[in-house]
């Protein structure tokens, strides 16, 4: 019984952080949008296009989705094909979301792992950057590192609680 009590507890923190950090990911597409409409507008009214949008957008892509995955699962948004899990009943069916939890969070977390080293090795013996306009990865790195991490412990708190997903998704 406690320990249903504690991953609902951690569960209502970890939705609180991704709540928080799924801001952040809305906030980057605004942005990504103003710089879309300013390199469309320059390039085809002014004929001077937006210096480097393309490499300023590829990287608002890697904030964006890494922000918002784990809220798109704390809330059952992810797409569901359930073809053959549909026909299995009750605990079968809460068994293996369990395991496929288990699965998922296992290789978020070791993604977020190689994010790390990511970071790391665009760090060293010299920072890596872009070709336009010298952005360095690590920190693009390190946002999809957090992303998996945060994305690992709401699918690991599934595992232990696997209805919670379901009662979102309306199964």
């Known amino acids: 019984m406690r320990f249903s009590k504690l991953f609902t507890r951690v569960g209502k923190v970890l939705d609180a952080i991704t709540a928080g950090v799924s801001w952040v990911g809305a906030g980057v597409l605004v942005l990504m949008v103003l710089i879309v409409v300013a390199n469309v507008v320059g390039r085809y009214?002014?004929?001077k296009p937006v210096l480097g949008a393309v490499e300023m957008v590829g990287l608002l892509t890697v904030i964006l989705v890494f922000c918002v995955l784990a809220f798109a699962e704390s809330k059952?948004?992810?797409?569901?094909?359930d073809i053959l899990v549909s026909r299995l009943h009750g605990r079968t069916k809460a068994i293996l979301a369990s395991i496929m939890s288990l699965?998922?969070?296992?290789?978020?977390?070791?993604?977020?792992?190689q994010g790390w080293d990511l970071v790391l090795s665009n760090l060293s013996p010299f920072v890596r950057v872009t070709g336009v306009?010298?952005?360095?990865?690590?920190?693009?790195?390190?946002i999809m590192a957090f992303g998996c991490v945060l994305f690992g412990f709401e699918l690991l708190v599934h595992v232990f609680n696997p209805a919670s997903g379901r009662k979102r998704r309306g199964n």
């Open 45 to 47: 009214l002014f004929r």
């Open 76 to 81: 059952g948004a992810h797409i569901v094909v």
């Open 103 to 113: 699965l998922g969070a296992a290789f978020f977390i070791i993604m977020a792992w």
């Open 133 to 142: 306009l010298s952005i360095p990865f690590a920190p693009f790195m390190l």
